[in-house]
C-alpha cells in the first residue's frame, strides 16, 4: 500500500520590506535649508512570517530602534515598501492606517516612561478597548482585569500607579497594553534591556506564552545576544543602517558569514574562564551615518579589508539556503 508523504507547508509572510529607508534631514543657515541627511536606515528588505520572532541585533546607532518606529509608522518612511499581510500601507493616510493599529503594536524599552505616571494603571488600559471597541463601562473594565491576569498581574492592581510597580511588573503591564487589541505583529523594542537577569527570563517566558496561545510574530529589537539566541528565531545583523548578515539562529551563532557578526559573536561572555575563544576587537568607531563611507560600510573597521572593499559595495546576497550576507568575502575566516 502507498502513502502519499505531504510536503512541509511554506510558512505565510505577514510582513515584508522593500529597500526601506529612513533619512533625518540635516538642516542649517538662516534660511534652515536642508543641507544633507543622516542615513539611519538604508535599503533595508526583508520578509517576517506568521508565528516567528525575528531578532535584530547591532551597535548603539545601526538604526534598529529606527527601522522598528518606521514600520510602525512612527516615522515617516523615506522610500521603500512596507506590506502587511500582502497590503501595501506605506502610502495610506491616517484613517486608513487606522485599521492596522490594532494588528502592529510596541513594546518599548523603558515601561515607565511609556506609562503616565499620573494615571492609574487600569485607566490606562481602559483607554485601549474604550478607543478601540464598542464595550460598555463595565465590560472595559472586566477585559481589563483579564488582561491583567492574563500578563501575571492580579486584579488589585488595577488602581494602583506606574510608581508602585517594580520594573517587571511595569514591563508587564507594557505587554498587556500590546497584546489588549489582539494583535498579529509585535515590535519588541529593547523590551528586557532595563531587567534584571531573573526578571528578563520571566518576561521572556511570558512572551513566548503569548506568542504559542495568539500566534504572535515578533521583531525582537536587542543588543544582547544571548537574549536574542533564547527567544528568536532568525536573527538580523545591521550595521550602519544597512543589513550585513540574516539567517536562522543555529547558523548565525555557529557560522557567521560577516566579518562583524563574528566581532560581535566574539564579545559574549562565555561561562567558562578557560574556555579558549577568539576575541575579534573592532579599530575605531562607527563612522558618521550622515557621510558613510563608500564601498562596504564596515571596511573601515574590518579586519579583512580588501582594496576592492573600499570601491565597490557588496550586494546583500543568499550565500546559503536561508542564509544571506552582505560581503565580498563572506564566509573566509580571519
Known sequence: METTVKSPSKPEVLLELNGVKKYFPIKGGILKRVQGNVKAVESVSLKLYKG????????????????????????????????????????????EKKKFVKEMQMIFQDPYASLNPRQRVGHALDEVFKMHTNLSAQERKNAVVDLLKEVGLKAEHYDRYPHEFSGGQRQRIGIARAIALNPQFIICDEA?????????????????????????????????????????????????????????????FNNPLHPYTRALLSAIPRPNMNAKRERIRLVGDMPNPSNPPSGCVFHTR?????????????????????????????????
Do not use: W
Open 52 to 95: 516567528e520572532s525575528l531578532g535584530v541585533v547591532g551597535e548603539s546607532g545601526c538604526g534598529k530602534s529606527t527601522l522598528g518606529r518606521t514600520i510602525l509608522g512612527l516615522e515617516e518612511l523615506t522610500d521603500g515598501k512596507i506590506k502587511f499581510n500582502n497590503e501595501e500601507i506605506q502610502d495610506l493616510k491616517r484613517k
Open 302 to 334: 574590518c579586519p579583512m579589508a580588501q582594496e576592492v572593499c573600499k570601491v565597490d559595495r557588496p550586494e546583500f546576497i543568499e550565500h546559503e539556503e536561508g542564509h544571506f550576507a552582505a560581503c565580498h568575502f563572506a564566509g573566509v575566516k580571519l
Open 192 to 252: 528586557v534591556s532595563a531587567l534584571d537577569v531573573s526578571v528578563q527570563a520571566q518576561v521572556l517566558k511570558l512572551l513566548k506564552a503569548l506568542q504559542k496561545k495568539y500566534n504572535l510574530s515578533y521583531l525582537f529589537i536587542s543588543h544582547d545576544l544571548g537574549v536574542i539566541r533564547y527567544f528568536c528565531d532568525r536573527v538580523l545583523v545591521m550595521y550602519l543602517g544597512h543589513t550585513v548578515e540574516m539567517s536562522d539562529v543555529s547558523r548565525i
